[in-house]
């Protein structure tokens, strides 16, 4: 099946900085990658959806200037949570879609990254 | 809008009896129907999917699931359950005349089974 990764796995950061994580698809182009957020015990929340080469299209409440989205290229997308505050913290999973999986109507998730902002 | 709803927060059930977790949906047209399984600080894993055709979609693990139409449902079953079963479940709904891969959770199921 296909593989899709998340860079990092973890990570912990001060108040007021800017965090990136990457999202990969491995074996296959993603046309379309998706950012999710989930807290604790509750389910994804969908912020943005991103298409190679084109701006990122943000859900209803998802600040777009805090939470930058770049796809550009077939296989990665990146979410910069910049001046990230301790209510960011959460845990954010990538997934993407794209040739077969477009073809099998299917995404594939990444194993999600967790942020803790201190 | 489309929408999914998970009845139950949590579903306890002990090791070799079956196993019923519901999922009921909304949208304006026809369903695109997923199920996940989360495992603690993992990302989503695909369980089945309904796309059209027969009714009983069969997945991964043993698990299958029924689509309803009129009752608007998607159950997930699995006849004999393993302790391994344990984890969170997501269903999820897309639907298909909007097109794109917009996809809706639920707020997902906490699947316990005791040995």
Redesign the interface.
Same mark, same amino acid.
């Given at each position: !099946?296909a593989v899709?990764s998340?860079h990092p796995s973890w990570v912990i950061c001060k108040s007021g900085t800017s965090v990136k994580i990457e999202c990969r698809s491995l074996d296959f182009q993603a046309t379309?990658m998706?950012w999710y957020r989930q807290f604790p015990?509750?389910?994804?929340m969908?912020m943005a959806?991103s298409n190679e080469g084109s701006k990122a299209t943000y859900e209803q409440g998802v600040e777009k200037d805090k939470f930058l989205i770049n796809h550009a290229s077939l296989t990665l997308s990146t979410l910069t949570v910049t001046s990230a505050h301790p209510e960011d913290s959460s845990?954010y999973?990538c997934?993407a879609?794209g040739g077969l999986a477009v073809t099998y109507?299917?995404?594939?998730? !990444?194993? !999600?990254t967790?942020l803790t902002v201190l | 809008a489309q929408s999914v709803a998970q009845p139950e927060d949590q579903v306890n059930v002990a090791e070799g009896n079956p196993l019923t977790v519901k999922c009921t949906y909304s949208v304006s047209g026809n369903p695109y129907l997923f199920w996940y399984v989360q495992y603690p600080n993992r990302g989503l894993q695909f369980l089945l999917k309904y796309i059209t055709g027969d009714n009983l979609v069969k997945g991964s693990y043993g698990f299958e699931a029924e689509f309803n139409k009129s009752q608007t449902s998607f159950h997930l079953k699995k006849p004999s359950a393993l302790v391994s079963d344990s984890a969170l479940y997501f269903c999820a709904v897309r639907d298909r005349n909007t097109g794109g891969f917009k996809t809706i959770f639920g707020a997902g199921t906490r699947l316990f089974v005791k040995a």
């Amino acid at each position: !099946g296909a593989v899709v990764s998340q860079h990092p796995s973890w990570v912990i950061c001060k108040s007021g900085t800017s965090v990136k994580i990457e999202c990969r698809s491995l074996d296959f182009q993603a046309t379309t990658m998706f950012w999710y957020r989930q807290f604790p015990k509750q389910s994804l929340m969908l912020m943005a959806t991103s298409n190679e080469g084109s701006k990122a299209t943000y859900e209803q409440g998802v600040e777009k200037d805090k939470f930058l989205i770049n796809h550009a290229s077939l296989t990665l997308s990146t979410l910069t949570v910049t001046s990230a505050h301790p209510e960011d913290s959460s845990f954010y999973i990538c997934s993407a879609s794209g040739g077969l999986a477009v073809t099998y109507n299917e995404q594939f998730f !990444g194993p !999600g990254t967790r942020l803790t902002v201190l | 809008a489309q929408s999914v709803a998970q009845p139950e927060d949590q579903v306890n059930v002990a090791e070799g009896n079956p196993l019923t977790v519901k999922c009921t949906y909304s949208v304006s047209g026809n369903p695109y129907l997923f199920w996940y399984v989360q495992y603690p600080n993992r990302g989503l894993q695909f369980l089945l999917k309904y796309i059209t055709g027969d009714n009983l979609v069969k997945g991964s693990y043993g698990f299958e699931a029924e689509f309803n139409k009129s009752q608007t449902s998607f159950h997930l079953k699995k006849p004999s359950a393993l302790v391994s079963d344990s984890a969170l479940y997501f269903c999820a709904v897309r639907d298909r005349n909007t097109g794109g891969f917009k996809t809706i959770f639920g707020a997902g199921t906490r699947l316990f089974v005791k040995a």
